[in-house]
């Protein structure tokens, strides 16, 4: 019995070529951003810029850090608002995800599709001795209170670290980022440090 082998060739071109011609694949027609190596699979009906990705070798992902201080904007205990702050994207690992524009230390998401982000985020902060400082996600800016973390600044050289782990729906065009409260006084807060990353979460 003789094998036979076949060669399967997709349809490529850069995601600007991509995006300019804009084609409808056929149903289960898949079609490959050759700059990215990106793919999506058609269904028939849809415009290549309106489907989603499908298993995307490169991820959506970003990180944004920061490591001087910065003083929090004043607010009224218990009161969650975002750090003011404007961080650094590492540039050289991000896909899909960029420095924030209505917060810059958040997370925006540029793929052009609805994603779920898993997002991880780190703060050290002081504010007045013996202050329970709190942070949380924030999408668009409206906090998610179940990813509340708290610490305890007591005084010189012990800073409240706060960290917290979700995974977030994010919408394209929409920003991911941190809030932050003192729970204990009025008190200013002086962020001392803060990293948020994220990475697409595939079903």
Do not use: C
């Amino acid at each position: 019995m003789s094998e036979r082998i076949t060669r399967l060739r997709m349809r490529g071109g850069t995601a600007a070529e991509w995006t300019a011609a804009n084609p409808v694949l056929l149903l289960r027609e898949f079609g490959i951003e050759t700059d990215t190596r990106r793919m999506k699979m058609g269904d028939g009906t849809t415009a290549w810029t309106a489907l989603p990705y499908f298993l995307a070798a490169s991820d959506a992902r970003g990180q944004v850090s920061r490591v001087t201080t910065q003083q929090l904007p004043a607010a009224a205990q218990n009161v969650f608002r975002a750090t003011g702050a404007v961080g650094t994207l590492d540039s050289a690992t991000a896909v899909g995800l960029t420095l924030g524009t209505t917060d810059q230390m958040a997370l925006r998401n540029t793929s052009g599709a609805a994603m779920l982000v898993r997002v991880s985020a780190a703060i050290e902060a002081v504010a007045g001795n013996n202050n329970v400082l709190a942070m949380r996600l924030a999408v668009d800016g409206v906090s998610i209170a179940a990813t509340e973390s708290r610490g305890l600044h007591g005084g010189s050289g012990a800073d409240a670290k706060m960290a917290t782990d979700w995974i977030v729906s994010l919408a394209a065009g929409s920003e991911v980022g941190m809030v932050v409260a003192n729970t204990s006084s009025s008190a200013d807060i002086t962020l001392q440090r803060a990293r948020i990353s994220a990475v697409q979460v595939q079903l």
